[in-house]
T-cell receptor, first 112, second 116 residues
Framework: AQSVTQLDSQVPVFEEAPVELRCNYS??????LFWYVQYPNQGLQLLLK??????LVESINGFEAEFNKSQTSFHLRKPSVHISDTAEYFC??????????FGQGTTLQVKP | GAGVSQSPRYKVAKRGQDVALRCDPI?????LFWYQQALGQGPEFLTY????????KSGLPSDRFFAERPEGSVSTLKIQRTQQEDSAVYLC??????????????FGEGSRLTVL
């Protein structure tokens, strides 16, 4: 079975500061890794995913995540956040033929 | 519409009532998922359809929960004899991929169920 732990329930940060949202997972088999984002009053949207290949994956809006197999982590980072990044962020894992397992979510609060 | 549509967006039910939640996936999407999201928690898997076939219902919490997708497009999640612990947001997602592990899921905005 797989499980996901998001280590911070809330992360307050000032605009233009860097941010890291932490995600650790547990699995006895190889998994695919995802970050989904939920903006206020909207549905979940895929932010980025790691399936194979380069361990560093990037999104179109400046976020990046690095798959670290030895530490079973998939932390999400952005060097400079914007007010519009305020949202709930969910880390998720799945074995290739399995169902998506989500973490509990991290609320990113970007302050002016 | 272009996205996944769910209705109703909000539903208040008295304990013991039956409820039905509808999901209109993106046209042509083969895979359809239902998730349950309790307050302050991440979404939890309920069930998965590939076209009209329900391939996985391992996440349904009890036999009061039933889902169907008879024509391989619209899906309905039915909860019989609702209980307070059923209060949650019910999310529907669809994907064009038959491989449910690698495809991007497109989520609706959810149906918020409150059981009094």
């Amino acid at each position: 079975a797989q499980s996901v732990t998001q280590l911070d329930s809330q992360v307050p940060v000032f605009e233009e500061a860097p941010v890291e949202l932490r995600c650790n997972y547990s699995s006895s088999v190889s998994v695919y890794l995802f970050w989904y984002v939920q903006y206020p009053n909207q549905g979940l949207q895929l932010l980025l995913k790691y399936l194979s290949g380069s361990t560093l994956v990037e999104s179109i809006n400046g976020f990046e995540a690095e798959f670290n197999k030895s530490q079973t982590s998939f932390h999400l980072r952005k060097p400079s956040v914007h007010i519009s990044d305020t949202a709930e962020y969910f880390c998720a894992v799945t074995p290739p033929t399995g169902k998506l397992i989500f973490g509990q979510g991290t609320t990113l609060q970007v302050k002016p | 519409g272009a996205g996944v549509s769910q209705s109703p967006r909000y539903k208040v039910a008295k304990r013991g009532q039956d409820v039905a939640l509808r999901c209109d996936p993106i046209s042509g999407h083969v895979s359809l998922f239902w998730y349950q999201q309790a307050l302050g928690q991440g979404p939890e898997f309920l069930t998965y359809f590939q076209n009209e076939a329900q391939l996985d219902k391992s996440g349904l919490p009890s036999d009061r929960f039933f889902a169907e997708r008879p024509e391989g497009s619209v899906s309905t999640l039915k909860i019989q004899r609702t209980q307070q612990e059923d209060s949650a947001v019910y999310l529907c997602a669809s994907s064009p991929s038959r491989d449910r592990g690698t495809g991007e899921l497109f989520f609706g905005e959810g149906s918020r169920l409150t059981v009094l």
